[in-house]
């Protein structure tokens, strides 16, 4: 099928109303109604993927790949076995007859290295040496370029799965697509038991008790914030 060129301003328009629907449903999700992740997620791939009837805008408008898209994950840590979830942190609530956890984006972009943090077993240690000498060690708050910021990995599950911005948008914009396990499922099928990617199981019984907020949920608005903060310092307003 032949592509029809679209007139920039008419591209300037769609991606115009792109963002306002994002600020929308970020104020929306952080008001509590989470599932407005959903549409933050169409939102984001509509802008920086392009879905299948189209490329996405911003790189239509040629203005992807020259703007600074902010980091506020960092690298992951070379831990064997260990959740890594840098784009949200958990809360835990202890309950009568259950222990709740609710994972909240961070909506910042605090500098890991400003964190005091216990010294790790020698191995990792000397992992981390070698990722700082190599130049791969990321610390929050940098400014990527799109190519290598919507592939970083940003989520390690129990099992061992690495997931990227672009695995994240994709599980709640088409999660039936790809090949791996979902990260979070349950925030998006029915399945038995439920497990999360961070390993917290949610016991089922007449009456079961979903944490109200997952990770994948809380990260998307987390990439979202991301966004915002990016195009906001392209772009600011005048």
Not at 73 to 89: F, T
Not at 90 to 100: G, N
Not at 164 to 171: G, K
Not at 215 to 225: D, E
């Amino acid at each position: 099928m032949d592509t029809v060129d679209r007139p920039r301003t008419d591209l300037q328009a769609l991606a115009a109303e792109q963002r306002r629907f994002l600020a929308v449903s970020c104020a929306a999700f952080d008001a509590g109604d989470h599932a407005e992740a959903k549409r933050i997620a169409t939102c984001l791939q509509t802008l920086l993927q392009g879905l299948r009837s189209g490329p996405a805008l911003l790189a239509e408008l040629g203005s992807r790949d020259q703007v600074g898209w902010l980091d506020t994950a960092g690298s992951l840590l070379p831990l064997e076995g260990q959740v890594q979830m840098p784009l949200v942190h958990a809360t835990v609530e202890e309950r009568p007859d259950h222990v709740e956890t609710t994972w909240l984006p961070r909506l910042d972009a605090w500098d890991r290295r400003l964190e005091d943090r216990p010294r790790l077993p020698a191995g990792v240690e000397e992992s981390l040496a070698r990722m700082r000498a190599d130049h791969t060690l990321r610390s929050r708050g940098l400014w990527l370029p799109f190519a290598e910021w919507w592939v970083a990995e940003v989520m390690c599950d129990e099992a061992g799965q690495k997931f990227t911005r672009a695995d994240l948008v994709q599980a709640l914009t088409d999660p039936d697509r790809g090949t791996r396990e979902d990260p979070a499922p349950e925030e998006l099928h029915q399945r038995r038991p439920r497990w999360d990617s961070s390993g917290w199981a949610v016991d089922l019984d007449d009456h079961p008790h979903v944490p109200p907020l997952g990770p994948t949920l809380s990260s998307v608005r987390q990439i979202a914030f991301e966004v915002e903060m990016s195009l906001y310092r392209a772009d600011p307003p005048s």
